[in-house]
C-alpha cells in the first residue's frame, strides 16, 4: 500500500526529523532541490518561479544549485521587491551572494510568452491558502492558458502544482498543469487521487531523510504479491464459492459473477439460478455447477455471492457474504457492516440506497462517505473510477488506481463480485480457526486492484466484459512467473 499524506502528516514527519535527528530545515531543503535539480535535463535554459514561502526557499536554492552547474537561470518573484523570511530568507541571500538576481512580470500573460525551456514552479507547497489570489492567481492562471503540446516549455511542479491542495483530491480555481512533478518526501493526496492527479504529470518522489515509515489515513493499493502454492493442492483448497444470482431476462450476470470467480481461481463454483434461467446459465458456463433455486443453500459452500441478476433476497446464511447489485437493500447498509465476513460492493447510487442519504460523486465527497460508512467488521467496495475499499475494523481508506473508462459497462460490477466472493472463499479457508477482518480487507483489495489491471492491460477504450476473463488470466500467470516460461 502506498500512503497519500495530507499536509498535517506530511509537516509532522519534517518536524520529527528536525527535532528527532538534529536535522535543520535547511537541510531538508538542500535535498530537495538537487534531487528536483536532477530531473531536469541539462543544457535547456530554466525558468524559475519562487513564492514567498517555503516552496519559494526551494526554488531559490533549485536556481542557485543549477547556477553552480553553469545552467542558464532566471528566477521569478512576485513582487518587484521580495522579502523572504526563515530558510527561503536564507536561500534568497544565498543566490545573491552568485550575484543572482530576480525578474517580475506586471502581466504574467505577456511574461509566459517568451518562456522557453523548463519553468519551475515553486510558487506554493504545503503551506498554499486556497484560492489563490493576486499575483500569484495570474501567474498561474497564465501558465494553464499557454501550457499544452505545442508550447515552447514545459513545467516542473516542485513538491505540487500551485493551486492544489495537498490533502485534497479536487481543486477550484486555476492549478499549474505540470509535465512533472517532483514530490518531496512521500505522495500527498493530490498526487495519488483524480482529479488532481491529472495536474501533476509524471510524478517523481524524491527522497529526504525523514525518520519513520508515514502513517496515513489514506493508501492506493498496489498489485498483489501472491505467495506460492503447495504442489499438492486441490480444488476443496480454493475454496467453494455459491452464487444466488440470475433470474429471468438477467441470465447474463449470473454468468459473469461465475467467470469472475472461477478466473480470480475458486475451486469450486455453484450457481444457484432462478429455475427459468437454469438450463440459460449453464449453457454459457459448463465449469460451474449450475441449480435450480429451491430456497435453500448447499452443503459444502464457503462463501454466498447474492444480488446480480435481479436478486434481491439474501438467503439465510450464517458463513461469509458477498452482496451486490440487488441485494443492496435500502437502509441495510449499518447492518451488513456491523455482521462479520461480510463484504458490500455497491456503485454509488446503491451507496445512497444502502445508506439512505444522497449519491456520493465527487472524489472527496466519496472519502467522506465511506470513511463515515466503514464501521465494523464488514468491508465496503464503494464502487467507482477510483474504487475505495473500506471497514475491516480499520479507519484506513485504500483507493484503488487501477482501470479505465471501457469498465463503465453493464456487467462489470458482476464480474467483479464473482473475483472478490473467490477471494472471500480463500481466505475463509485458510482463516476458519480464527477470522481475520483485516486479511479479508487486503484479500478484496486485491480483487478489486486486479479487476481494473484487466481492463488496462486489454487497453483503453470500450470493451466486452467477458474479455475481462482472458486478461484476468494473463495477469495471475505473470504474477505467479509463468509469463516468462
Known amino acids: 500500500m502506498i500512503p497519500l499524506l495530507t499536509a498535517d502528516e506530511m509537516r509532522n514527519l519534517e518536524h520529527e526529523a528536525i527535532a528527532v535527528w538534529g536535522i535543520t530545515s535547511l537541510v531538508l531543503q538542500e535535498h530537495a532541490a538537487l534531487g528536483a535539480l536532477g530531473l531536469l535535463p541539462s543544457g535547456e535554459p530554466l525558468e524559475v518561479l519562487a513564492g514567498p514561502g517555503n516552496n519559494g526557499g526551494d526554488a531559490l536554492a533549485l536556481a542557485r544549485l543549477a547556477r553552480l552547474q553553469g545552467r542558464p537561470v532566471r528566477v521569478w518573484a512576485l513582487a518587484t521587491e521580495p522579502r523572504w523570511k526563515g530558510d527561503a530568507g536564507i536561500q534568497a541571500r544565498l543566490w545573491e551572494g552568485l550575484g543572482g538576481t530576480y525578474s517580475h512580470a506586471a502581466d504574467p500573460r505577456e511574461a509566459v510568452r517568451g518562456l522557453r525551456g523548463w519553468v519551475v514552479d515553486g510558487l506554493f507547497g504545503l503551506g498554499v491558502r486556497l484560492p489563490l489570489e493576486g499575483p500569484a492567481a495570474a501567474w498561474v492562471q497564465a501558465l494553464t492558458e499557454a501550457a499544452g503540446p505545442t508550447a515552447p516549455f514545459r513545467i516542473l511542479a516542485l513538491d505540487l502544482p500551485s493551486g492544489l491542495d495537498p490533502s485534497q483530491p479536487e481543486w477550484a480555481g486555476p492549478a499549474v498543469p505540470a509535465d512533472r512533478t517532483a514530490c518531496f518526501g512521500h505522495l500527498k493526496v493530490c498526487h495519488g487521487l483524480r482529479p488532481a492527479r491529472e495536474r501533476c504529470g509524471d510524478i517523481t518522489v524524491i527522497p529526504i531523510p525523514l525518520p519513520r515509515a508515514p502513517g496515513a489515513g489514506l493508501r492506493l493499493l498496489e498489485a498483489p504479491a501472491p505467495g506460492p502454492e503447495r504442489w499438492d493442492t486441490h480444488k476443496q483448497d480454493f475454496g467453494q464459492v455459491g452464487i444466488r444470482a440470475g433470474s429471468l431476462g438477467m441470465g447474463g450476470a449470473a454468468v459473469l459473477a461465475a467467470l469472475g470467480a472461477l478466473r480470480m481461481g475458486a475451486g469450486l463454483v455453484t450457481v444457484l439460478a432462478d429455475p427459468e434461467v437454469r438450463a440459460e446459465v449453464a449453457a454459457q458456463v459448463p465449469e460451474a455447477m449450475v441449480r435450480a433455486w429451491d430456497g435453500r443453500v448447499p452443503a459444502g459452500i464457503d462463501v454466498l455471492l447474492a444480488g446480480p441478476g435481479g436478486i434481491t433476497e439474501v438467503p439465510g446464511w450464517d458463513g461469509p457474504l458477498v452482496l451486490d447489485a440487488s441485494a443492496l437493500g435500502a437502509g441495510c447498509g449499518e447492518r451488513w457492516m456491523a455482521r462479520p465476513a461480510t463484504v458490500i460492493t455497491p456503485h454509488p447510487g446503491e451507496f445512497a440506497r444502502l445508506f439512505q442519504g444522497q449519491t456520493p460523486l465527487g472524489s472527496a465527497e466519496r472519502l467522506a462517505r465511506a470513511a463515515a460508512a466503514a464501521t ?110
Request: net charge positive; charged share 15%; no cysteine.
Open 376 to 485: 465494523g467488521p464488514g468491508i465496503l467496495v464503494l464502487k467507482g473510477a477510483q474504487s475505495i475499499v473500506a471497514g475491516g475494523n480499520d479507519p484506513e481508506l485504500w483507493v484503488n488506481p487501477t482501470g479505465h473508462p471501457g469498465l463503465s459497462a453493464g456487467g462489470s460490477g458482476d464480474f467483479l463480485s464473482g473475483m472478490v466472493a473467490a477471494q472471500v472463499a480463500r481466505w475463509h479457508k485458510r482463516n476458519q480457526a480464527q477470522p481475520d477482518p483485516a486479511g479479508l480487507k487486503r484479500a478484496v483489495a486485491e480483487a478489486v486492484w486486479l479487476h481494473g489491471a484487466a481492463a488496462d492491460r486489454l487497453g483503453l477504450g470500450p470493451l466486452m466484459i467477458r474479455e475481462l476473463g482472458p486478461s484476468l488470466a494473463a495477469l495471475l500467470r505473470e504474477s505467479h512467473g509463468a509469463g516468462s516460461r
